[in-house]
């Protein structure tokens, strides 16, 4: 596609359940970036990948959150075992060069409610 | 620790009128400053950016100066116009922690 695409937009869940967030990026980006942004805050950094290798998972808050990019294009955030705090916008973005001087482009977000 | 300090929000202005945000920003190392727009219902943009220091960026009639010895990065725009209305982040990338570091965002809303 043209842009980043996150599905799903919206995602609402009872507290326990695990969820699944997913990202596309622009075709042929090398470098996929996810963040997490409470309301009225930035956007905070989680992890990011070169590729399909991770290279910093340093922003995960706990061992509850994972991300995986298994063929270097698609990625996937995880959460388990969900709880009300985990409630917020996951951003994605996407870099056409390695480093992070260059222009990310992010996706529209997915808006995870956990109840 | 590094983090990005800007004006808070909400600030509206009046159609025309003079803008400045500013920022500020603490990091080790020589980060790369950042601006990124972030109009309603839409995602996360850059606007202009600035790798070093004294460069300045622009794009849109947006100015932004790299001030290495007042570690700032303000956003000014000399006429702002309705269509401006957006939520604006100041935001830097460390080379040493290789991760960008953003603001809380300052909402503008411009009136005709």
């Known amino acids: 596609g043209a842009g980043v695409s996150q599905s799903p937009r919206y995602k609402v869940t009872k507290r326990g359940q695990d969820v699944a967030l997913r990202c596309d990026p622009i075709?042929?980006?090398?470098?996929l970036y996810w963040y997490r942004q409470a309301l009225g805050q930035g956007p905070e950094f989680l992890t990011y990948f070169n590729y399909e290798a991770q290279q910093d998972k340093s922003g995960l808050p706990n061992d509850r959150f994972s991300a995986e990019r298994p063929e270097g294009s698609i990625s996937t955030l995880t959460i388990q075992r969900t709880e009300q705090r985990d409630s917020a916008m996951y951003r994605c973005?996407?870099?056409?060069?390695?480093?992070?001087?260059?222009?990310?482009?992010f996706g529209p977000g997915t808006r995870l409610t956990v109840l | 620790g590094n983090s990005v300090t800007q004006m808070e929000g909400p600030v509206t202005l009046s159609e025309e009128a003079f803008l400045t945000i500013n920022c500020t920003y603490t990091a080790t190392g020589y980060p790369s400053l950042f601006w990124y727009v972030q109009y309603p219902g839409e995602g996360l943009q850059l606007l202009l950016k600035?790798?070093?220091?004294?460069d300045k960026g622009s794009n849109k009639g947006f100015e932004a100066t790299y001030r290495k010895e007042t570690t700032s990065f303000h956003l000014e725009k000399g006429s702002v116009q309705v269509s401006d209305s957006a939520v604006y982040f100041c935001a830097f990338y460390s080379n040493t922690g290789n991760q960008f570091y953003f603001g809380t965002g300052t909402s503008l809303t411009v009136i005709p």
């Open positions: 075709s042929g980006h090398v470098s």
């Open positions: 600035a790798t070093k220091a004294d």
């Open positions: 973005a996407s870099s056409s060069r390695l480093g992070g001087s260059n222009e990310q482009f």
